[in-house]
């Protein structure tokens, strides 16, 4: 939903044109010094809404159907326009107009150092919009109480403004700005300030560009161009950034100095960076994003947790064509017991975790099930995970069918264990038997809005442990009826199978239009009105009811998915949409 509103805002909102960017402008990750934990960077503006404008949202938002609902959004921006105007002395559509090259924001972690920030802003031929802005906040700044100085460094004019404190200080108690070339560049201190001019002229020896971690996870998440890092670019270094908070903290709090000396054991050290880019419109996709996630091997200690072997996964033929999306997941769980258990004997000594899961078996009362060699040891690690949408009643939004397939090594096993638990006093279901099976039925909450609960239900079959929120889906697959139209054969699936490698560690598809007209009906009947109202109610009011139907816009969208595989370094995840045939 949230991505389907920013693309809203986008589509709407911004400009129809914007100015190229300077193409000798130095890229802000060379104005960095190293020690950056958090960066996120749009290298060009005018090129990501260049973009957009091919992909099938942007297609949408210049459809005819939309204009009843264009001018709702149009005549709600004048409204915040007005407001905007009056606080800030600059209309909105001059802010929007503002972007014209880089955007971006990094977090800095310099060693012995206060962490700091810095954000930059390429405002292209708009300096005059920002002055006047500048203004006007620095008058903002004196009602405050904040002083502010000018300083020059090395022939730029830097502001200084200082806040007073509140109570017990957090965060940064001065803002630091300058505007230099057509760049606006915000930090936290002066001492940021001063390195990201040191490094103006982009020949610097020491910057952010030349991190091998932060290169190496560009290379892994390009587009297949040399060239091209992504539309939008994105580094995490996360126990840099840990580090660093749990220093400053220890400076006033001691005994949090120690937690530091637990990363180690807890194996979180090896986990190195992570970071992404976001393409748009390529040859082959309307959109994808790529992450990486480097990981030193070894892996060791908590990360032993989440070890997901790749293995060959397509859907099975129970899932029906009309799914609106499909899960797969291959985890290694009795490595993750494993894991578990080593930590745990590390704090708590040797055999102490078997020696607990022992006594929780025997326990009086209990349903007399071993955790590891009743449950763990039963399941074989495959999780399934398929939505399906369900069958509308009255005005009612009507809600996913769900179905979890979990797969088993020993079924029969299991359904025993599953036996005992059912007998625990307490237990929410109730058993009735169905083909030869146990179908252990319980009411749930139906979270579309309807009055009445719906019958979930838990059951082993197919050699699978199978829940389900409408239990008529366990009856149908207990049956066997696998006679209709299936997903594997659906030319959707095929269309993103075709991007899919032979082996992955989690697999998905799904369909924008199913998973969207859910949320496309709650907006035109008002129900996402009144929620909105509900969080923000100084929002313009819009009438939703001018949305086109749901038919109309359904055209454009296509079916996506997105897989997970296992690196020498860490772990690769990728997300695409297909694009409409032509």
């Not at 959004?73 to 929007?96: C, M, N, T, Y």
């Not at 802003?121 to 802005?133: H, N, R």
């Not at 997941?329 to 494993?338: F, H, I, Q, S, T």
């Not at 799904?510 to 929620?531: H, I, M, V, Y």
Request: glycine share 8%.
């Amino acid at each position: 939903m949230r991505m389907f509103l920013g693309a809203l805002v986008l589509a709407f909102t911004a400009p129809a044109w914007l100015p190229a960017a300077d193409s000798d402008s130095v890229p802000t990750d060379r104005l960095l010094p190293r020690d950056v934990a958090l960066y996120v960077s749009v290298p060009d503006v005018s090129d990501l809404k260049a973009k957009f404008a091919q992909t099938a949202m942007g297609a949408i938002s210049e459809d005819s159907a939309f204009e009843p609902f264009k001018g709702e959004l149009h005549k709600a921006l004048g409204q915040l326009s007005e407001e905007w105007q009056q606080r800030i002395g600059v209309p909105l559509k001059d802010l929007f107009d503002l972007p014209s090259g880089e955007m971006a924001l990094a977090v800095l972690t310099p060693p012995g150092k206060k962490m700091s920030a810095v954000l930059f802003f390429d405002f292209g031929d708009s300096e005059k919009t920002v002055t006047t802005l500048l203004e006007n906040v620095e008058k903002a700044f004196e009602e405050r109480e904040a002083t502010g100085d000018d300083e020059d460094v090395d022939g730029t004019k830097v502001s200084v403004w200082t806040f007073k404190g509140e109570g017990q200080q957090q965060g940064p108690n001065q803002l630091v700005y300058f505007m230099k070339d057509t760049m606006l560049v915000l930090a936290t201190d002066l001492a940021t300030s001063k390195d990201v001019l040191a490094r103006w002229d982009g020949k610097h020896s020491e910057t952010f560009a030349d991190n091998e971690k932060y290169n190496f996870i560009l290379e892994k998440c390009s587009a297949g161009k040399s060239d091209d890092d992504g539309l939008i670019v994105w580094y995490l270094d996360p126990m840099g950034l840990v580090r660093s908070v749990m220093t400053q903290l220890a400076a006033t709090n001691p005994q949090l100095g120690l937690a530091i000396g637990f990363l180690e054991p807890l194996g979180v050290n090896g986990l190195k960076a992570v970071g992404g880019s976001l393409h748009l419109a390529t040859d082959e996709f309307d959109s994808v994003s790529k992450s990486f996630l480097m990981i030193e091997p070894p892996t060791k200690g908590v990360l032993n947790v989440f070890q997901f072997p790749a293995i060959e996964q397509k859907p099975p033929r129970w899932v029906p064509a009309n799914a609106s999306l499909w899960v797969s997941a291959n985890w290694d769980l009795a490595g993750a017991y494993k894991a578990i258990a080593t930590l745990v004997d590390m704090f708590r000594g040797p055999g102490s975790t078997d020696a607990v899961l022992d006594q929780l078996a025997e326990n009086e009362g209990g349903p007399k099930v071993h955790l590891k060699k009743d449950v763990i040891d039963a399941i074989a690690g495959r999780v399934q995970v398929v939505s399906e949408p369900g069958k509308k009643q009255g005005d009612a939004t009507p809600q996913e069918r769900l179905i979890v397939a979990i797969a088993l090594k020993d079924a029969k096993k299991f359904q025993a264990t599953l036996s005992k638990i059912a007998k625990t006093p307490g237990f929410p279901g109730t058993s009735r038997e169905f083909k030869g099976a146990t179908i252990y039925e319980m009411e749930l909450p139906d979270f579309s809005g309807g009055a009445e609960p719906k019958q979930g239900g838990l059951a082993v079959g197919q050699d699978q442990l199978l829940f389900s929120n409408d239990v008529t889906v366990l009856e149908t697959m207990l049956r066997g009826d696998q006679d209709g139209d299936t997903l594997v054969d659906s030319p959707e699936y095929k269309r993103v199978a075709e991007h899919l490698p032979a082996k992955t560690s989690i697999s998905t598809f799904s369909r924008s239009d199913s998973q969207l007209e859910t949320l496309w009906d709650s907006a035109k009947n008002g129900q996402l009105s009144d929620q909105l109202s509900a969080i923000l109610p100084n929002l313009p009011q819009l009438d939703w009811s001018k949305l086109p139907e749901f038919d109309s816009i359904k055209k454009f969208l296509q079916p996506s998915g997105s897989y997970t595989v296992p690196d020498k370094k860490g772990v690769l995840f990728v997300g695409f949409g297909t694009k409409k045939k032509s």
